[in-house]
């Protein structure tokens, strides 16, 4: 379409068909198109597109415990044609404690590369294998979510590396309540129990695992029992309590990261490779027969600290 405007000097024929022009009117006619076809422009840029909005979900299988409360692991994803794998993912995610899967958005089709552990990583003994697993999406428009399993492997130097449990039962007055408070339960429960049966089963890394023993009635291993070359897995730790206590109060603490904190006795326990893991069971005696009350023992490795036997 061909606009006409009055020329300096001549005028716009008038008449059936023809519409007289200014010059400003010219202009803004010009500026509301050039608006429009901008406004246009940046609404077709700036819309997402449907193949540029798929999801990939990563689930890790552990071949230990997991992550502990203090770790984090990271995943990283690259494209597939990256070489450098130095520079910048396309996306990062880190999973927390009790946590095993990672999910990647508003990714195109395409192929891609998911490393873990990636950057940011914060893992005791740096226990994990590096990986890199290919992956691809598919430029399918109507199929938006994909998942991916990533089973992770231990390094070398730990995958024949195993665990111990050490297992300490100790007797506490009758009312003793010491909450949540490790210090407050070894400080009242001075009396160590012996002859406690106390069994431990669970899944391993290398397979099924299950065992038995007695707490020590004699010397430095009174009142406790170790189970050793455990595979890292978890376990479940049970034990054949008195008639005349009340449900035990159960604290771990680990030798790699040092923590100590109560535990569900209903719940397994966590072994790392190469981690000693120490349940501190305490049992409070009911009062309700004071001539089973625990009597002092001289030999029993501990001075005049008291013993509870398993026969009461």
């Known amino acids: ?3 006409w405007t009055r020329e300096e000097g001549k005028r716009t024929p008038r008449g059936a068909g ?3 022009w200014s010059p400003l009117v010219a202009i803004g006619i010009a500026l509301v198109f050039i608006v429009f076809h901008a406004d246009g422009a940046l609404a077709d840029e700036s819309a997402p597109s449907a193949a540029d909005n798929h999801s990939l979900s990563v689930a890790i299988d552990f071949p ?4 502990a409360s203090d770790e984090q692991l990271c995943l990283a994803i ?3 044609s990256a070489t450098d794998l130095s520079k910048p993912p396309i996306q990062s995610r880190c999973l927390d404690s009790g946590q095993s899967t990672a999910n990647f958005a508003g990714l195109p089709h395409g192929d891609y590369q998911v490393i873990v552990p990636g950057p940011g990583s914060v893992i005791s003994s740096s226990r994990y294998q590096g990986q890199r697993v290919d992956t691809s999406i598919p430029n399918q428009p109507d199929l938006n979510s994909f998942g991916i399993d990533v089973k992770l492997s231990l390094v070398p130097a730990l995958q024949g590396v195993t665990g111990n449990v050490q297992v300490n039962v100790f007797g506490c007055p009758p009312g003793t309540n010491g909450g949540s408070d490790a210090t407050a339960w070894a400080t009242e429960c001075n009396a160590v129990a012996g002859g406690i049966p106390v069994s431990l089963s669970g899944v391993g890394t290398i397979g099924d695992t299950s065992v038995q023993a007695v707490t020590g009635e004699q010397g430095p ?3 406790k029992v170790e189970f050793t070359n455990l595979p890292a897995g978890a376990y479940q730790i049970q034990g054949k309590l008195p008639s005349n206590v009340s449900s035990p109060a159960l604290f771990l603490e680990s030798s790699i990261d040092g923590s100590l904190g109560p535990i569900d006795p209903q719940k397994p326990v966590s072994v790392r490779p190469a981690e000693t893991v120490a349940v501190n069971v305490y049992l409070v005696l009911d009062g309700s027969d004071q001539a089973a009350a625990p009597s002092a023992t001289p030999d029993n490795g501990v001075g005049s600290d008291l013993t509870i036997s398993g026969g009461i």
């Open 78 to 80: 690259f494209p597939g």
């Open 64 to 67: 230990d415990g997991g992550i």
């Open 1 to 3: 379409m061909r606009a």
């Open 18 to 20: 023809w519409v007289r």
């Open 221 to 223: 291993s009174t009142g």
